[in-house]
């Protein structure tokens, strides 16, 4: 923009008329006459290059792009705001939270403001003009440009920039660069949009209007998207108290968001003694204020109407509360930022507040009855009572089977190698298999009645750090029938008889497999000792008849007196000793394997039964700490704490 040269004579009256002009142009009309700016075409061209050269140094983007120069006093804020985006992002706006780190990085770091226009964003454009205008200045084109009216209802962004730019690339809104003024001095940005009637007075929280929503459409799925764009301040327009009732009443409250929000209603001719610069919601008369600033163009005479006329439309109010806190004090942290902060820690708190009042209230509606505990108890007496009778009938109908007979001591000669599938084969399906289906469906009916306990889901195992090592072996049974088992038993023993590390353990679940491991530490502790003996008796067999014969062989050939009859007997005796021992043996193995599968299946049952009626008894008696959610809120109460500790400490120094 071309710069102009003052003449003599203006620069005089300025001075003299400089007291009838509102606090910006008395400051615009200051710097006019200011010996610093040169006079000349050439002495001009120079100063504008040597403007456009500082200028380049500086991106007129936003602080995205700034180095980060955090001071002293503010870096403890810093570190723990950022330990709060970490240990609170469940609960914390994560938008507003960057903005509050971006204005940390920067000793003068910008600040943006919306206004936000009721039912459209015509008059926010127009009073967005009105504060950003110069009237010592001829009507530049972005000002033509805000007043006009479009069909586009993305909002605007209004950026500083040396020279003029509209970017409409961008989907969510459009960012005008304009070389204003008053955006320059205070490092501001200004955010245009509109904003739905909120007629059917739904409830709507103060931090709601500093994290405006900008709508994308989404063509392939029909309907909106909506990105936050946090601000520090908000403006809400309206065209009278009846579309701004509920925002007028979310101002007055007592919060953090008191300075940082502000309700305009435009009305016609106001009286300037009735205005307050401090009222929640100031009247505004755009019209007038765009009369004043026509009329003062127009010429320079006109400065006394256009005071008149200025200060009658309420536009002062509203442009102080807008440069109120934007100024830095050295040394100190931007009230604007402050103010921010301490309205993202307040939502923060009353999220984790809601989220702990919804756990109380879950918790209470889940009481459990009487009578359903009662009815849970007697099903699981009826459980145990099937459970014990399928046990000894299903194990006798396997013990009487074809199968089983097939492992007699006579056919173990050819029926060795198959001692553990048939032994596996009845755990399998003659074990507990139906016990085991009913538990599944009565634990579902418990944990849907609430009765769990959240201490008791999970136990605690542990580390070989922590006690003495156990035999594997000889625990293993005993630990899988304690319910809720090891998750990781059956993988355990057979690493340990492998001689290899175990896999990761898993995540412990909700499923009842007490019944499941402990057949599987069944099938792991003694089919394996069960097959090794068949081969071992049946080795013994061999090599006693083997070593018999042998005998009656070398006393046959080296007795010639002896006959065939009489060292044959030899033989004879060996044979029958060692069917006799494998026969003694082999069947007593087999009795044992039975009355201990039989037995390890009613201690099952057994523990199974008090475990979970522990659990109908206990379960849901007690509220607990709230498992994992409660130390998440309690995380984040405790990094809530911390910032506002560091603000407090910022504030003394």
């Excluded at 700034?66 to 870096?75: D, R």
């Excluded at 009353?350 to 849970?376: G, P, V």
Aim: charged fraction near 20%; glycine fraction near 4%.
């Amino acid at each position: 923009m071309p710069l102009k040269s003052p003449t003599t004579e203006r620069m005089l009256f300025e001075s003299r008329k400089v007291s009838f002009l509102c606090h910006k142009c008395q400051q615009r009309a200051l710097s006019s006459v200011s010996p610093k700016r040169p006079a000349t075409w050439l002495a001009q061209s120079q100063y504008r290059q040597s403007r456009s050269r500082r200028a380049s140094a500086i991106s007129p983007v936003s602080i995205v792009n700034g180095t980060k120069n955090i001071l002293p006093v503010t870096q403890k804020i810093y570190d723990t705001l950022r330990a709060l985006e970490q240990e609170a992002a469940a609960f914390t706006d994560l938008s507003q939270l960057q903005l509050a780190l971006r204005g940390l990085e920067s000793e003068n770091a910008i600040t943006r403001i919306a206004i936000l226009g009721v039912n459209g964003t015509h008059d926010a454009r127009r009073l967005a003009r009105i504060l950003l205008a110069d009237p010592l200045d001829a009507e530049p084109a972005w000002e033509k440009q805000l007043a006009k009216t479009d069909n586009d209802e993305r909002a605007i962004l209004l950026r500083y920039g040396e020279s003029l730019d509209y970017d409409q690339r961008h989907p969510l809104l459009r960012t005008w660069t304009v070389p204003s003024t008053t955006l320059q001095t205070h490092r501001l940005e200004i955010l245009i949009q509109g904003t739905a009637s909120n007629a059917g007075n739904v409830e709507m929280e103060p931090h709601e209007f500093l994290i405006p929503g900008l709508e994308m459409a989404n063509s392939s799925a029909a309907r909106y998207s909506v990105v936050r764009y946090p601000v520090h301040k908000a403006l809400i327009l309206s065209d009278g108290l009846s579309d701004l009732s509920a925002h007028f009443s979310l101002t007055m409250a007592q919060s953090p968001e008191n300075e940082m929000l502000q309700g305009a209603v435009i009305t016609g001719w106001i009286n300037t003694l009735e205005q307050e610069s401090k009222a929640m919601v100031m009247p505004v008369n755009i019209d007038h204020a765009e009369i004043a600033i026509s009329t003062f163009r127009q010429s320079i005479d006109n400065s006394v109407s256009y005071e008149h006329t200025w200060f009658s439309s309420g536009v002062t109010n509203l442009s102080a509360w807008l440069l109120t806190g934007l100024d830095p004090t050295p040394g100190t942290l931007k009230t604007t930022v402050r103010n921010l902060i301490y309205s993202l820690l307040s939502t923060t708190s009353s999220r984790i507040q809601s989220s702990e009042a919804d756990y109380l209230q879950t918790t209470a509606s889940k009481a459990i009855t009487f009578s359903t505990r009662s009815e849970l108890s007697k099903a699981l007496t009826a459980w145990s009572e099937r459970a014990h009778t399928e046990l000894r009938d299903h194990l006798s109908l396997a013990f009487s089977s074809p199968s089983w007979r097939k492992l007699a001591w006579w056919k173990l000669l050819w029926r060795v190698d198959d001692v553990g599938m048939i032994t596996a084969d009845i755990l399998q399906r003659s074990w507990l298999q139906s016990a085991e289906k009913e538990l599944i469906w009565l634990v579902g009916r418990i944990e849907q009645a609430g009765l769990f306990i959240p201490q008791m889901k999970k136990r605690p195992t542990s580390s070989p750090k922590q006690g003495p090592k156990l035999d594997v072996h000889a625990s293993a049974f005993a630990a899988a029938i304690v319910g809720p088992p090891d998750p990781d038993i059956a993988v355990t023993l057979y690493s340990s008889m492998m001689g290899i590390p175990p896999p990761p353990s898993q995540n412990y679940t909700d499923y009842p497999q007490t019944i499941s491991r402990a057949r599987d530490a069944l099938s792991s502790t003694t089919i394996p000792p069960l097959q090794s003996l068949a081969q071992s008796l049946l080795l013994h067999s061999f090599s006693t008849t083997v070593l018999t014969s042998s005998l009656s062989a070398l006393v046959y050939l080296s007795i010639s007196t002896t006959s065939l009859y009489e060292a044959g007997t030899i033989a004879a005796l060996g044979l029958v000793y060692s069917a006799q021992r494998l026969q003694r043996r082999w069947e007593g193995a087999r009795r044992v394997w039975m009355e201990t599968i039989r037995e390890k299946g009613r201690s099952v049952l057994r523990h199974a039964e008090a475990g979970w009626s522990g659990y109908i008894e206990r379960g849901g008696a007690e509220a607990g700490d709230g498992g994992p959610e409660a130390e998440e809120r309690r995380v984040a109460r405790e990094a809530v704490q911390r910032v506002r500790d560091a603000l407090d400490e910022s504030q003394l120094k």
